[in-house]
């Protein structure tokens, strides 16, 4: 399935042939240092264990819940989607994203999330949709922002990553 977006950028299902952009771009120190489940350095055993959980998720589901963003080429350069959602049996669901850095600060993600979640709303039935961004990563808050995310609060030490306790902002779109 292809998500339309207002941008020049295409929004499909991952492939099995995404694997050496997904260990090129996840490489990124910036992209690991804003995400709490990439893991660095990225490898493609990391990459085969995201495509089989892709797979899997989308078997249970019986449809996609993440996506990739393409260029004009149809080359990978970010990914999205909803966690915690079980289609039919759940109200909501957290979204989650990362873009290759050449492509920030374009409005890429900013539309991506825009649609998305229109897509969680009409075809899922989601009436709740949130997400957890670390402090310190204002552009992505301001994505949500952007999106019509409202801040619900701040976490204190709420994740741990690399030894060292992060505080979050929980953002969340009620429908």
């Not at 078997?59 to 909803?82: C, N, V």
């Not at 709303?121 to 997400?131: D, M, P, Q, S, Y």
């Not at 801040?151 to 030894?163: A, T």
Request: charged share 30%; net charge positive; glycine share 10%.
């Amino acid at each position: 399935m292809n998500l339309p977006i207002d941008n020049p950028m295409a929004l499909s299902e991952f492939r099995s042939t995404d694997k050496a952009r997904l260990v090129e771009h996840l490489n990124e120190r910036d992209i690991y240092d804003r995400t709490l489940r990439i893991p660095h350095p990225y490898a493609e055993a990391d990459a085969d264990n995201w495509l089989g959980i892709v797979a899997r998720s989308t078997k249970r589901e019986g449809q996609p819940i993440q996506w990739a963003i393409r260029d004009s080429e149809g080359e990978l350069i970010g990914g999205y989607g909803f966690d915690g959602l079980r289609i039919g049996k759940t109200h909501r669901a957290e979204i989650a994203y990362w873009l290759a850095k050449p492509y920030w600060g374009r409005g890429i993600m900013t539309a991506t999330v825009q649609r998305v979640c229109e897509h969680g709303v009409t075809e899922f039935g989601l009436v709740k949709i949130i997400a957890h961004v670390f402090d310190f990563n204002i552009a992505s808050a301001r994505v949500l922002e952007k999106c019509g995310f409202e801040l619900e609060g701040r976490l204190r030490k709420h994740f741990k990553k690399d030894g060292r306790y992060i505080d979050a902002r929980l953002y969340g779109l009620v429908t």
